[in-house]
Nanobody, 114 residues
């Protein structure tokens, strides 16, 4: 079955950077699958942060536009989220998912604090 495994979360200072990775396995035709990153902060609704088609076309939430970059390496079945100029309000659990919502990763905590 399909598994999405995230890595790369942790603690960063405001203004700092982190890169999240998500590797897919288990039968997903990755290169044809649109992928996305969502996040959920305590007490807030889950938010779609960034999405990318199999061909590499990306879209972003207004809250992260210009600061976050989603990319993918289809040869490695991996999607990345490069986060820069981090803000305290970026603190959340970040989830990798297929864009259609069929599959989700377990989530990785990102904490931005000084």
């Amino acid at each position: 079955q399909v598994q999405l495994v995230e890595s790369g979360g942790g603690l960063a200072q405001p203004g700092g950077s982190l890169r999240l990775s998500c590797t897919a396995s288990g039968g997903l035709i990755f290169s044809f699958t649109s992928m996305a990153w969502s996040r959920q902060a305590p007490g807030k609704q889950r938010e779609l942060v960034a999405q990318i088609t199999g061909g590499g076309n990306a879209k972003y939430a207004d809250s992260v536009k210009g600061r976050f970059t989603i990319t993918r390496d289809n040869a490695k079945n991996t999607v990345y989220l490069q986060m820069a100029s981090l803000k305290v309000e970026d603190t959340a659990v970040y989830y990798c998912r297929t864009m259609d919502g069929s599959y989700w990763g377990q989530g990785t905590q990102v904490t931005v604090a000084s």
